[in-house]
């Protein structure tokens, strides 16, 4: 099934730094959600967007709904060790049900 | 509160047995959904419920494949018969039906491997 381009696919970085990534898709999305999973465990939901322009922080993640509806992004500020896992973008079409695409996932590697 | 429930966390299976996954959702949520991980292909959904009527099961990949809501607490997945293509984890999530409200929680996996 489709897919959302999510990027980048992996980061390495220090603790202390910001984190950026962000999912695109072709076709106009009404809900965008973000989750991250540790090993062995379930997607945990981070943050849930659901108008175009939105900015929404959880903590140190803020996450934004794009004004074209086509995208968003997540941010990470003061990366911490317990950062580190693997973060999916899911979104719900424009008038469809309630499923949700997700993206192939970015993997983040926080170094102390 | 207690999230999604599945059990058992980890099947080793022979090719050609009948394997079947168990999920508890959250109470008082009333749409279920079953996805499949792996390296390859990510999550994919496989099939989900609504107040225990299932509304679309076009990711289901075969007709080996089987899912059930006899209630609004609990939900299988079945594999008969199962092969090594379908070592993956199989993952349960619900949320609750609401408008504009779409936020799935899951639950932490079944890690399926038949050999």
């Known amino acids: 099934g489709q897919q959302l381009n999510q990027s980048p696919q992996s980061m390495f970085i220090q603790e202390g730094e910001d984190v950026s990534m962000n999912c695109t898709s072709s076709?106009?999305?009404?809900?965008w959600l973000w989750y991250k999973q540790d090993p062995g465990e379930g997607p945990v939901l981070l943050i849930a967007?659901?108008?175009?322009?939105e900015l929404t922080s959880n903590g140190r993640l803020t996450a934004q709904f794009g004004i074209t509806r086509k995208d968003s992004f997540l941010n990470i500020s003061a990366s911490i060790p317990s950062d580190v896992g693997i973060y999916f973008c899911a979104g719900r079409r424009q008038g469809g049900s309630e499923k949700l695409v997700f993206g192939k996932g970015t993997k983040l590697t926080v170094n102390p | 509160d207690a999230g999604v429930i599945q059990s058992p966390r980890h099947e080793v299976t022979e090719m050609g047995q009948e394997v079947t996954l168990r999920c508890k959702p959250i109470s008082g949520h009333n749409s279920l959904f079953w996805y499949r991980q792996t390296m390859m292909r990510g999550l994919e959904l496989l099939i989900y419920f609504n107040n225990n009527v299932p509304i679309d099961d076009s990711g289901m990949p075969e007709d080996r494949f089987s899912a059930k809501m006899p209630n609004a607490s609990f939900s299988t997945l079945k594999i008969q018969p199962s092969e090594p293509r379908d070592s993956a984890v199989y993952f349960c999530a619900s949320s609750v039906r609401l408008a504009g409200d779409h936020e799935q929680y899951f639950g932490p996996g079944t890690r399926l491997t038949v050999t």
């Open positions: 967007l659901y108008k175009a322009g």
């Open positions: 076709s106009i999305f009404n809900t």
